[in-house]
């Protein structure tokens, strides 16, 4: 059995569960240890059975958390060559702790899992997504902080049993929110964010490359709305004749921001 679960999901932190028949892994701990172990535990996670956190970026709504958990829980650590050297610059890891470099030439090989790494056009060197297939042949793909689509992204995510994808703001909203000029320069750069309206786009291709669950990610709390990240994918979906919801043709959910998702498995 392979699940998913998002422990919280937004601009103010991320952090995703992954589990297999062996254990799990996190991407990201962008809330406190503290935070992240109480999330955890609402699903029945134990974190004894995690065997990994894959870091996608530097960004501290992404690496909040990890100094303390890492102390007191030494999984090994996942990160580009870059990333890692940025967090210990920042001095964001306990020393002592087991790095793992990963990265698009040298993809994890963990107990049940296989994780490949996909670079994505942010704001900081190393940034990635990963794309997770388990030894019972399911896939699970995570790709935020992204100002467009990775190279190839289409054709390495196809098929995936779920994708996780950023819908990080609606560009009206953006336009008319208290942000900086600076800020929406960059959030709406080549190495920003990835808007609802690309997004959408990501969603319709991805489905009728077989893909069938979606889960909305990475919400701005300033420019964006979760009705109105779900509706826009949505509506996408619908003028290709997909039925959307629960035992339709596609699943599609908004990540919680503070809390965790549903566990799904399948």
Known sequence: MTSICSLYSGSSGNS????????GILVDMGKSCRQTLQQMA????????????????????????LKVFLKNRPVPLYA?????????????????????????????????????????????EGS???????????????ATDMGVLPDRFYERVEGSDAVLIESNYDEDMLRACGYPYYLKRRIISESGHLSNDCCADAVEELTRRG????????????????????ETSAAKLRQMGAAVGAGQDVMLEVMPRDEASLLWAF
Do not use: W
């Not at 995703?16 to 254990?23: K, Q």
């Open 128 to 142: 990635q997504g990963y794309i997770v297939t388990t030894d019972e042949g399911r896939k699970i793909t995570v």
């Open 42 to 65: 609402r699903r029945e996670i134990d974190p004894a059975g995690l065997l990994g956190v894959f870091v996608t970026h530097e960004h501290i709504d992404h690496v909040r958390g």
């Open 211 to 230: 893909v069938s669950r979606f889960l909305l990610a990475h919400l701005s709390i300033n420019s964006n709305f979760p009705g109105l990240a779900f």
């Open 80 to 124: 580009s060559p870059a990333t890692a050297a940025a967090l210990r610059q920042k001095d964001a890891l306990p020393p002592g702790v087991e790095v793992r470099y990963i990265d698009e030439s040298c993809p994890a090989r963990l107990p049940g899992f296989s994780v490949e790494a996909m670079a994505t056009s942010h704001d900081c």
């Open 16 to 23: 995703t569960y992954i589990g297999g028949e062996g254990g």
